[in-house]
Nanobody, 127 residues
Framework: QVQVVESGGGLVQAGGSLRLSCTTS????????MGWFRQAPGKEREAISY????????YYADSVTGRFTISRDNAKNTLYLQMNSLKPEDTAMYFC????????????????????WGQGTQVTVSS
């Protein structure tokens, strides 16, 4: 059974930093593209960053480029998201997801393209 578990969310002031972690079990981690999504109240879940299995490729949404960094440690089956210069508009539930690589739509992946999801971790940025 595949499990995906996020951690590291919390309350932070604008301009601060947080690092999210995502651990997985039940899958061969290096074989999966891993991604971070977020969903604010009343909004759709959006992809903010994802990374290929051996970290050869990454994607960042325009809204987080230059502030967030995605990384992975395949030896630890763990995905990270370093979030710097946080803004109140970054407030959302953040989800980790795993995707079996297929197709050539890198840069246009959405929720439908990911196979396994965590329960999310809340990030709240105060102004």
């Amino acid at each position: 059974q595949v499990q995906v578990v996020e951690s590291g969310g919390g309350l932070v002031q604008a301009g601060g930093s947080l690092r999210l972690s995502c651990t997985t079990s039940g899958l061969t981690f290096v074989d999966y593209t891993m991604g971070w999504f977020r969903q604010a109240p009343g909004k759709e879940r959006e992809a903010i960053s994802y990374i290929s299995g051996r970290a050869a490729r990454t994607y960042y949404a325009d809204s987080v480029t230059g502030r967030f960094t995605i990384s992975r440690d395949n030896a630890k089956n763990t995905l990270y998201l370093q979030m710097n210069s946080l803004k109140p508009e970054d407030t959302a539930m953040y989800f980790c997801a795993a995707r079996i690589p297929r197709g050539t739509n890198w840069g246009r992946l959405s929720t439908a393209d990911f196979n396994y999801w965590g329960q999310g971790t809340q990030v709240t940025v105060s102004s």
